[in-house]
Each structure stands twice: as C-alpha cells, then as structure tokens.
C-alpha cells in the first residue's frame, strides 16, 4: 500500500473523519464497559449527565477543563513548531510552587500589584524550564522528549523536597502540604459557592490571544514554517533557534499558568496531587484541537467532561473511573487517524 | 561504613545487577525498534501492561514462564498499535507513543480494577526465585551478583549476546540495520521496509514488556500502581547513552543500576541529614547528563522517525 496526498481535502472527508474517530473512541469504550459488567447505553447516559446534567455538573466541567485549556495551549504551540514538550506536568508544577512562595504572605500588597506579579513570575519560572531542554536540543541535539520527561519526575521530587522543607505548612499536621495563600493572592469565584474560578476567564483569554499569535503575527507564521520544514524555514532565512527559543518560552508560560490558576483559584495550597496528569491529557486536548488554540477551549472542555462524567458514573454504575483514561488516550490516537486520512489516500497495489 | 565500602559488598552489586534487569531488556527492546528507524514511545505504558500481564497470568494460576509469555504477548499487542499507526500510516512517532503509553497504561489500571474488584492490598504471587549456578556462585562479590539471581536476569544477559549477534552475524540483523538507516536501497533489495519496521516494533515491544514483567514476577510479587515509575523513560536515555549497540548499552544499564543502588545505600548511610528527594533524582538527572555527554557525538539511526513510502525518495 502507499500514501497519496489528496489534491484537496474534501469538506466531506474533514467532517466525516473525525466524526468517524469519536465513534471508533466510543465502541471500544463500550466493549470495556460490557466487560465490566455494565450496559453502554446506562453507563454513557450517566457519564453526560455526570458531565453536562445540571448546573453544576457544567460548572464543574468548566472548572476541570480550565488547567487543560492552559495545557492544551502549551502542547499545541509547541507541536506547531515540532518543539515537542512532553513536560507541561513539571511547568505546571513551576507555576504553582512560584505562587505559593509568593502567595502565602512573604510579599505583602493589594490584589491588583500581587496577583500580576505572581503571574509574571510562574510564567518566567515555567519559560525557562522548557528553554532548558530547548537550548540543549539547539546545541547537543538532545531530544527534548527525553529531556521534558524526565524533567517531570526531577519537579515533582523537587516539589516533594519543598513541601516537607521551606514550603511545608507547620499546622498541616505532618502532610506535605504547603500554606494557604492570603487572601490578596486568590483568584475570585465566577459563581457564588461554586468551584468555577477566574481562571476560566484567564484561559479563555489565553487561548484567543495564541490564536492571534499564531495567525496573525510573524512569529506564527515563523513557528508553523519551522514545524513544517526547518530546512525551508532555513533557506527562507527564518531564524530556527531564536523561533525556536521563544517557542519554548511561550509554551512553558502557558503549562505554568496552570498550576498558577489550580493553586490561586482553586485548591488555595500546594500538594503533590495537585494535577492528574494535566500536563500528559494537555497532548490529548492539543492534538483532539487539532493544534487550533481556539479549537482548545472546546476540547480542553469535552475531555473535562468525560473525567468528571466518569466520575459521577462509577460511583453509580461498577465501572471503574480509569474508563475516562481509556477513552481520552483512545481518542488522542484516533484522532491522529483521522486527521491523516482526511489529508491522505489509501492505494492497495 | 564508609561510603567506598559499599563498593566492595556483595549485596550492593547483587541490588545492582536486579535493578539492572528490567532495564536491560527494555533497553533491548527500544533499541531494536530504533535501529529499524521507529522511536517507540509506547516503551512506559508497555511496561505497565507487561508488568500486569505476566503477574495476573500467574496470580490466575499460570506458571511463571506461561506469565512472561503472557506479558510478552500483551506488549506485542500495543507494538502492534504503535507499529501500524507510525509504519504503513506514517503517523508523527512521537505523537503516538505517547498514545500508546496513556492507552497501555490507562487499559492496564482499568483491567486491574476490574478483574481484582475488592482487592484492597494488591495480592501476592510466588514469583521466581535466585537460582544458585553450583561452583561460580562462590565466587567473592561477583559470584553472588551474577551467578545467585533468579532465571529472568539470566535471560537478559543471554538476550543481549543474541541481539548483538543477531544484528551483527545475521543477514536479518543486516537488513534490521539498513532499514533504519537506508530504506529505500533495502526495498531495492526486495525486503519489505513494512514488514522489518513492523516485525521490529512487535517484538521490541514484547520485549519491554517482560523488562515490566520482571518488576512484578522477579523483583517484587505483587502490581502496583505507578510501579514502572519512569523506568521506560530512562531506557530511551540508555539507548542513546550505549550509541544503539546492545553491549554498550548493556554496560550503561549496570552503571546506571549500580549508581540507583549506590544512592539507597548512601541514603541510609547519611541517615536523613539530606533531604532523600535529592537521592531519588540522581538518576533522573544522571540521564540527562548522560544525554548531553553522548549525544554531540551521538550516530542517530539515518531514517529513526522518518516514515518510509514505497517509491518515495
């Protein structure tokens, strides 16, 4: 067999393949939940009304899908420039310790001077984490792949060191738990007594200011040439490595944004459990988005509905949360399915 | 104890050489698949799916060797995904094995959770015993450290001799070899690129698997969740670290084994004065370095990550 590139994606075949893809994604759930003993058809009514069934369900889907949205971004601007940043787990991480060192009181001022400055900070420190492993792609040629994976676990450990250190809480009874931050360094509630926070409205924000990055300056356009080919890129005199850096460093600010937005709008503290794996489901979201920032927003909200529908649901029904897992991972590949073929024909010789 | 004394004891360089294992026929397995020009980032999640799939063979009253071959046909399973999205379909390697961990994994923790429902602590299993060579096991230090382990630490040194003489001393290993970094003078041979890349994943993956596969049926008896920890991660790293030959890589795995059982043992000696998180990320940073050191002179495959079409140039 062998590959012809279509002469133009037909808009039938662009619609139809990922339709296609989520379909795929939802028979093999349906299999694993007749394995577990469960009826599909009960199992994903409870999974959409976990998700989308009522005001709160909603607002919780929001609140969970507002890190993703902030990964997601990181993942999808730095897949356009073929920066491959497998890490937003150890920038997200960056992000939350810098707002819990300058959060819980060390830095005393009104909201307006300290929330902008904590931000500032959490995305300098989450940037140049990612321009690290960049830098040593630029100069070694290390793959950035291994280099941001194992950066996840060298934070996480650091994060650890910290939380039973300088950062440890001394009333948090024993538990590697860092202080609550002060009032000041708090995010808002969006609705009175929910958990949705103002973060949401940052991400939305950020995703509509990558996507004018990405489409409408020169440096998106320098990006998306780097990813499509750095020896174009380079015969057209783009400057790789400097696209390349600030790549990095965008990216990594936007991973950090969401340990920032988890600890200042939602869990008040920092603990070792902070995030599921954000970072790791932010390469589903980007890819789902098809790499679009806008796009983002709505998968960043479809994956979080699957997790907190499924949630709801295996409280219910006897069939474990880790379906959620399945089905994100699932889609991911699927979707990468999709897209090739939507661009790609088959020829059996 | 001094801490150069820890050098000379034999229970370090038998800790040393069990830590190596796992890694050892991981590193095996991922470089297979690279030198047939596919980077196979499925190798954590493959681990996970091996290590579960060879336990719950035996915990279901397998023997072992039935586990391992369980475990082995489980990480075939998702060498079979990844090859089929990256080889004929061409899709980004790096996208899809990272698929492949995330769905190996997730499938893996959702299996557990449904076949052990109630299972609070995670069962035990008999799992293989040190099997004492007669004679050479005497052998001060070393004797221990290689000749008292259990049967699967043989198998890894057994499988690195046969991959390096497979690669080296066989038209197979040639082929293997000019797959990754020539295709299309292979494909004017007559030999199926597809067909080499595809075999190569399949059975590097099956290979990674029983590298997880040793964790829960030769290191410990039992699955845990998070077990593999990385471990994958770092045998990308060993790959690159050994330049893609199987006893360079050999001896990285036993450096880098030997340095994770050296700082247990200098975490217990120093006795807490040092936070033990700065311990447990030595060989975490310990790959990068290497990383950096080898990688300026490092010899990638030619073709690792292009994807090959037939009467493409």
């Known amino acids: ?35 577990a003993g469960a009826s599909p058809f009960n199992v994903f009514a409870l999974v959409a009304v976990g998700a989308a069934g009522s005001q709160f369900a909603v607002l919780e889907t929001l609140t969970r899908a507002t890190p993703l949205i902030f990964t997601g971004l990181a993942v999808a601007v730095a897949f356009r420039a073929k920066l491959w940043n497998i890490g937003a787990e150890a920038q997200l991480y960056a992000g939350a310790v810098v707002t819990v060192a300058l959060g819980t009181g060390a830095v005393q001022m009104p909201s307006v001077l300290l929330i902008p400055l904590i931000v500032a900070s959490a995305v300098a420190v989450g940037a140049l984490l990612l321009l690290g492993p960049a830098l040593l792609k630029m100069r070694f040629g290390v793959d950035e792949v291994v280099t941001t994976l194992l950066l996840n676990f060298i934070v996480l450990l650091f994060v650890s060191m910290l939380l039973e250190g300088i950062l440890k809480d001394p009333m948090g009874l024993g538990w590697p738990q860092s202080q609550r931050i002060i009032a000041e360094a708090q995010l808002p509630r969006l609705v009175e007594g929910m958990r949705l926070h103002f973060g949401f409205f940052i991400a939305l924000v950020a995703s509509v200011l990558v996507w004018v990055v990405m489409t409408h300056t020169s440096l998106g356009y320098e990006m998306r040439a780097v990813g499509h080919s750095p020896q174009a890129a380079r015969f057209a005199g783009i400057p790789i490595n400097r696209v390349l850096a600030k790549t990095a460093l965008l990216s990594g600010g936007l991973a950090a944004l969401a340990g920032f937005s988890e600890v200042a709008g939602l869990n008040g503290n920092l603990t070792l459990d902070l995030s599921p794996g954000f970072g790791y489901t932010g390469i589903a979201v980007a890819m789902l988005a098809l790499l679009n920032p806008l796009g983002v ?37 699927t979707m990468v399915t999709a897209i090739m073929l939507s661009r790609y024909r088959i020829r059996w010789r | 104890m001094d801490a150069l004394d820890i050098l000379f004891t034999a229970s370090f360089w038998v800790a040393a050489i069990r830590i190596a294992s796992p890694l050892i026929f991981a590193t095996m397995g991922e470089l297979i698949c690279q030198r047939a020009g596919v980077l196979n980032l499925g190798i954590e999640g493959i681990m996970v799916a091996g290590a579960f799939a060879g336990w719950f063979a035996v915990y279901a009253g397998a023997d072992l060797w039935t586990g391992v071959a369980m475990a082995a046909a489980a990480g075939a399973f998702f060498g079979l995904v990844h090859g089929t999205l990256t080889v004929p379909l061409g899709l980004s390697q790096h996208v899809v094995g990272i698929g492949t961990t995330l769905l190996a994994t997730s499938l893996t923790y959702f299996a557990y959770r449904v076949l052990l ?29 290689l000749f008292n382990q259990t049967p699967l630490t043989y198998l890894a040194f057994v499988l690195v001799a046969l991959v390096a003489w497979v690669l080296y001393r066989t038209p197979l290993g040639l082929a293997l070899r000019a797959v990754g970094e020539n295709p299309a003078a292979v494909e004017a041979q007559g030999i199926s690129v597809t067909a080499m890349r595809m075999g190569a994943v399949i059975i590097g993956s099956a290979l990674m698997a029983i590298g997880g596969a ?30 893609w030959r199987p006893g360079k890589a050999l001896i990285g795995a036993i450096l880098f084994a030997a340095f994770d059982a050296y700082q247990i043992r200098l975490q217990q000696l120093t006795g807490g004065t040092i936070p033990y998180q700065l311990f447990l990320m030595m060989p975490y940073v310990l790959s990068i370095v290497a990383l950096v050191l080898v990688s300026r002179r490092a010899s990638y495959p030619a073709a690792l990550m ?6 493409e140039r």
């Open chain 1, 1 to 35: 067999m062998r590959l012809e590139p279509k002469p133009a994606p037909s808009l039938t075949g662009t619609i139809a393949y990922p339709i296609g893809a989520i379909a795929a994604t939802l028979v093999l759930a349906s299999l694993l939940v007749l394995v």
């Open chain 2, 214 to 243: 040793f964790l829960t049926m030769s290191a410990f008896d039992s699955f845990f969740f998070e077990m593999v920890n990385g471990r994958g991660w770092i045998c990308i790293a060993l790959v690159v670290f050994g330049s």
């Open chain 2, 306 to 311: 292009v994807p090959y079409q037939k009467g």
């Open chain 1, 297 to 333: 927003v709505a998968a960043a909200i479809f994956v979080a509905g699957i997790f907190v529908g499924a949630d709801a649901m295996s409280r219910s029904a006897d069939v474990p949360s880790y379906i959620a897992d399945v089905i994100v991972a699932t889609a991911l590949l």
């Open chain 2, 117 to 145: 429902p109630g299972a609070a602590t995670p069962p035990k299993i008999e799992a293989f015993q040190p099997f004492a060579i007669p004679l050479l096991s005497h052998i001060p230090i070393a004797g221990p450290a």
